[in-house]
């Protein structure tokens, strides 16, 4: 069996139909299990207070907002190479998604950034890079609505989209990249000195787990629903011919 299957719309509609309530079943209940567990039964930081509890929403969408842009680059590229319309209409599906990630995250910064940094904002390096990739998420949205033939629009969403993979890479390697900046570094590591203690990391992996699931969930949704309104414009234009 060939992965290139999935990409036939019959056979992508068959998968999905199973897999959809599945996925968005889990999805529930390790959010709803990793929030509960995050926001009620984890401590205090002895620094941040409980203004740290928003490491449970902040870092799951952080990271969604760029890993749902890098799911767009490889079905952007998949579409440009091998034209196959079922990875263009899940990049297009993903957009929106990923674009609530990132305002969830840029929301949730703010709150937490505040009482840490004694400001909403800051033109730090990772915030800036997170910026500007949410305008890339809302051009790549609007150039989709602004073509009208679907095949021309793929093509330039899919370019907009390698441009935008930069911010998507800066966005997690800013401070990395530059020492200065007010962020901090990676919540999870390998490095132990980085590292959230355990009793934060446990249920903060719980709850990326959930935000995986739901963003599957969500595209799987979505991307079915494209295909469904592409067989119905392709039947109402038979019928104009006809």
């Not at 999935?6 to 139909?17: D, E, I, L, R, V």
Request: hydrophobic share 55%.
């Amino acid at each position: 069996m060939s992965i290139w299957e999935y990409a036939n719309p019959k056979k992508f509609m068959q998968t999905s139909a199973w897999a959809l309530p599945w996925v968005a079943g889990l999805s529930v209940v390790t959010l709803v299990m990793g929030l509960i567990w995050g926001f009620f039964f984890t401590p205090d930081d002895y620094k941040q207070g409980s203004t740290v509890k928003i490491i449970y929403l902040h870092v799951p969408a952080a990271m969604m907002a760029i890993n749902a842009w890098v799911m767009m680059l490889l079905a952007s590229l998949i579409w440009l190479i091998r034209r196959h319309h079922v990875s263009a209409l899940a990049a297009k599906a993903a957009a929106p998604v990923g674009l609530t990630f990132t305002f969830i995250a840029l929301v949730t910064g703010a709150l937490w950034g505040q009482p840490m940094w004694g400001t909403w904002w800051a033109w730090d390096p990772r915030l800036t890079s997170f910026l500007i990739l949410c305008l890339f998420y809302l051009g790549y949205i609007a150039l989709w609505q602004a073509v009208d033939d679907p095949d021309t629009a793929a093509d330039l969403t899919g370019v907009l989209c390698i441009v935008g993979s930069v911010f998507a890479v800066l966005s997690r390697y800013a401070v990395n990249f530059w020492n200065q900046g007010l962020h901090q570094g990676a919540s999870l590591s390998l490095d132990k000195e980085e590292n959230v203690s355990d009793v934060f990391w446990l249920p903060l992996v719980v709850c990326i787990v959930g935000f995986i699931l739901m963003f599957l969930a969500l595209v799987l949704m979505r991307t079915r629903t494209e295909i469904r309104a592409r067989r119905l414009q392709a039947l109402l234009t038979r019928e104009r011919i006809a």
